[in-house]
């Protein structure tokens, strides 16, 4: 089953939006792994695995959290810290620090008497090795490692280990490389004593209130983001397996599986009148019919975002920029109709608004007195109302296709000069 989630952002606010919580639960237990993802926004190896199992995951057993996008406005400018690193925040933050607010409502979460363990997703460069071996290779890297601030927590705490169960998921990562030279270990960084830079993390912040906390740490020097994913989501199943969370996937656990995965950007709903898939769109959109202001853009990705820049929308997923809109505004007509009917290669369809639709041979817009029609790109002048006319792909101007292939085209409707909504037409 695949699950499918519908993130919505207010395009004046999404940036300042509450953080994206998402709740995988079961009655039978408190027990719940609290995963954390994107506090550095040029880590895209913790990101794109958190959306993975915010989407494909299916927990049959006890609860996982999931917040795949914590530091937003860095992910969209891939940077590890626009307004400064935010994992070095946790001890103490001024009252004037643009990421506060995100800061005490992580604190919160991490503190929730529900959650039994945290993990924080990174990329760190280099592979970890306890002896130098070089550049790449040695005991400064954090790439490839299970990260522990220390080996315990008092002894009556749930996962308080956390030498031993690093220890347990490295191992288990190592029977299942990829190549033998990502071999993962532990790291342990001995916060309290040894890095005054670690004090001031999200981790260290979780030990001191005694939640058991660990960092995984990919390599930036892994050839692919497809592999750190894959030891990304191989390191999470593990820590799973030890909690007892019990899960379905809905995909076959292999690089190229995950890495069809990895660029599926889904869907992308405007002001719920517009709806089109963000796999294979052109680089720039032009003439995009919306509202000069307070704009609603939904996507079903989870690190689904939008940018505006230079009276232009740039749509994101994670720090991947997949298209840009470029505008036409219009006031959006309250007398809309919530369907149209359509003929589709001869036979009589009904299309619901933001919809699409697929078409062998042609289709044609049926007439009405309560919309006028512009088929984007149809090449035939001197019509101000393009229904009632047989459109077939040969007389569509490939320029003004929505999608690489110049097979997706829009169908406008319009209530006078106001807009109504859109159908994207699909040709076979």
Request: proline share 2%.
């Amino acid at each position: 089953m695949k699950f499918v989630l519908l993130i919505s952002f207010l395009l004046l606010s999404s940036l300042n939006a509450k953080i994206q919580l998402i709740k995988k639960e079961n009655p039978d237990s408190n027990t719940t792994l609290l995963v954390i993802a994107g506090i550095h926004g040029n880590e895209p190896g913790g990101y794109f695995a958190a959306s993975i199992l915010e989407t494909h995951y299916k927990i049959t057993s006890k609860n996982l959290w999931i917040i795949p996008n914590l530091n937003k406005e860095s992910i969209i400018n891939n940077s590890r810290g626009i307004h400064g690193d935010m994992n070095r925040k946790f001890s103490y933050i001024k009252k004037g620090d643009k990421d506060k607010k995100t800061i005490d409502e992580i604190k919160k979460i991490i503190l929730s008497k529900k959650v039994s363990l945290v993990l924080n997703l990174h990329d760190g460069h280099g592979f970890y090795r306890k002896e130098n071996k070089g550049s790449i290779f040695n005991p400064n890297a954090w790439g490839q490692t299970c990260v522990i601030d220390q080996c315990n927590l008092k002894q009556d705490q749930p996962f308080g280990n956390l030498n031993n169960i690093a220890m347990s998921v490295k191992n288990n990562i190592n029977k299942k490389l990829l190549k033998k030279h990502h071999s993962f270990d532990v790291k342990n960084t001995n916060t309290k004593y040894d890095d005054e830079a670690m004090q001031l993390s999200l981790t260290y912040f979780a030990v001191t209130n005694s939640k058991p906390a660990f960092a995984i740490e990919t390599s930036k020097d892994l050839s692919s983001l497809t592999e750190k994913v894959f030891y990304q989501l191989l390191a999470i199943e593990e820590y799973m397996n030890i909690m007892g969370i019990e899960f379905k996937r809905d995909f076959k656990f292999n690089e190229k599986e995950i890495g069809k995965l990895i660029n599926n950007y889904g869907n992308i709903t405007i002001n719920g009148v517009i709806s089109f898939n963000l796999d294979n769109i052109k680089k720039s959109l032009s003439y995009i019919p919306i509202k000069s202001k307070s704009n609603v853009f939904n996507f079903t990705h989870p690190l689904g975002d939008v940018k505006k820049i230079n009276n232009n929308y740039s749509l994101y997923i994670g720090n991947k920029k997949i298209t840009t809109l470029r505008p036409q505004y219009f006031t959006l007509s309250k007398s809309c109709q919530d369907s149209y009917d359509v003929i589709v290669d001869n036979e009589v369809t009904n299309v619901k608004k933001a919809s699409s639709f697929e078409v062998s041979a042609d289709f044609e817009v049926l007439e009405s007195k309560n919309y006028r029609v512009n088929v984007i790109g149809f090449q035939k002048k001197g019509h101000k109302d393009e229904s009632g006319i047989k459109i077939a792909l040969k007389d569509m101007n490939k320029r003004f296709s929505l999608d690489k292939d110049n097979r997706l085209y829009r169908v406008e409707f319009y209530n006078k000069n106001e807009f109504c909504s859109m159908l994207m037409v699909q040709f076979k």
